[in-house]
């Protein structure tokens, strides 16, 4: 099992910034492509970014090119989200969660391919 604790969320105008932050224990961490994901309500989850189990390869949503930055630290266990140039339809809960198959070389997009997920982080962005 891996288990995931998000932390980072709050409250910011539109325009704003916040760095989320995703720690990782249970399994060793650097074996585990993680995402990002976040729900807004009455929405279905939807994918935010990815990286891979090294760090060198990403993959965002599209509308979030630019603007969001995933990172990653394997020493520390954690996985990082840095949102700029926050809009207020970025409001949702954040998920981070790690790929269901060990030791995968891809970066995936879809929820059913990660198995472990944290509570989720609350961000909140006004106008």
């Known amino acids: 099992q891996v288990q995931l604790v998000e932390s980072g969320g709050g409250l910011v105008q539109a325009g704003g910034s916040l760095r989320l932050s995703c720690a990782a224990s249970?399994?060793?961490?650097?074996?585990?492509?993680m995402g990002w994901f976040r729900q807004a309500p009455g929405k279905e989850r939807e994918f935010v970014a990815a990286?891979?189990?090294?760090?060198?390869?990403?993959d965002y949503a599209d509308s979030l090119k630019g603007r969001f930055t995933i990172s990653r630290d394997n020493a520390k266990n954690t996985v990082y989200l840095q949102m700029n140039s926050l809009k207020p339809e970025d409001t949702a809960v954040y998920y981070c969660a790690a790929d269901r198959t060990v030791f995968t070389y891809v970066v995936r997009t879809t929820v059913n391919d990660y198995a472990y997920w944290g509570q989720g982080t609350q961000v909140t962005v006004s106008s």
């Open positions: 990286i891979s189990r090294s760090g060198a390869n990403a």
């Open positions: 249970g399994r060793t961490f650097s074996n585990y492509a």
